[in-house]
């Protein structure tokens, strides 16, 4: 059977909007593996009567988790945005009747830490880490783990979702300095982790938001009462939407983010200039 007679392949071409330039078909399952990677995109939930999900035909009689699944990504391009869609196939799917979690698709949040960052800011990464988002992951990257030599790797985990929780962002500013700021539900548990990772870089508690940046200029950067992010004209004309699942930016180059549509996980990239 060719691509062309394939079902979800005739899905995505009715869903093409006119005028495009260029598209690229992804098959659902390898679409959801490369959603998977990006944090905060999705989430695992305890399994609840509000969280619905469906059953395989032939259950087992084992507990098992409900799991994501979809029926094709997407990407499409126009003169200066590349469009980004991955089309749901239903509710989680689970093996069983009986299940322990819910993999769940993130919801859109308000990116608020654009309020705080400064607008000068070159690049920025922003997202809302789920909980315990390092912990549910079967392996941590091996990069990662080499960062922290002297942490037992059955700890590190743990120790990472003390330090990275709620609205995270990462930023770098001109001259390269780097800054992460976090919204950990736990400030004493984020200063431990910080002690036993053995970070040295200069950071502060501000606001309720742990501020970690590779120089103390990034710091009071973040604290002053300067112009911010979301005032920048440049950030500003990027026009990325009030509520997102996380969003990327590069002044003068780019803006990306994703968010959700009625179960899809949609998206988009736009080109300045």
Known sequence: RSLADD???????????????????????????????LPGQVGTAVANAGIRFRTAAHPLQTVTNAYL????????????????????A???????????????????????????????ASRVVDFVAPPAMFELRQHLPPRLVRMFPHVNPLDLASELDALVAGETALYTRPGGETTLVSSPPDSAGAEDALRTLGITFPHALIGGQLVVSTAASGIAAF?????????????????IPALVTGLVY?????????????????GAVRFNG
């Open 90 to 120: 239903g509710p989680p799917l689970a093996r069983s009747a009986r299940i322990r979690y819910v993999q769940v698709l993130a919801k859109p949040y308000a990116p608020n830490l654009v309020d705080e960052i400064p607008a000068d």
């Open 7 to 37: 079902p979800h392949y005739r899905a995505l071409l009715r869903d093409l909007p006119h005028g495009v330039l260029g598209y690229a078909y992804v098959r659902g399952d390898v679409a959801g593996q490369r959603l998977a990677r």
């Open 69 to 88: 699944r979809w029926r094709w990504g997407a990407l499409w391009l126009t003169r200066r945005t590349i469009g980004i869609r991955l089309r749901s």
């Open 223 to 239: 604290r002053n009462g300067a112009r911010k992010l979301s005032a920048d004209p440049a950030f500003r004309a990027a026009r």
């Open 250 to 266: 590069e002044r003068g180059t780019l803006a990306e983010w994703l968010t959700s549509d009625g179960g899809d996980a949609v």
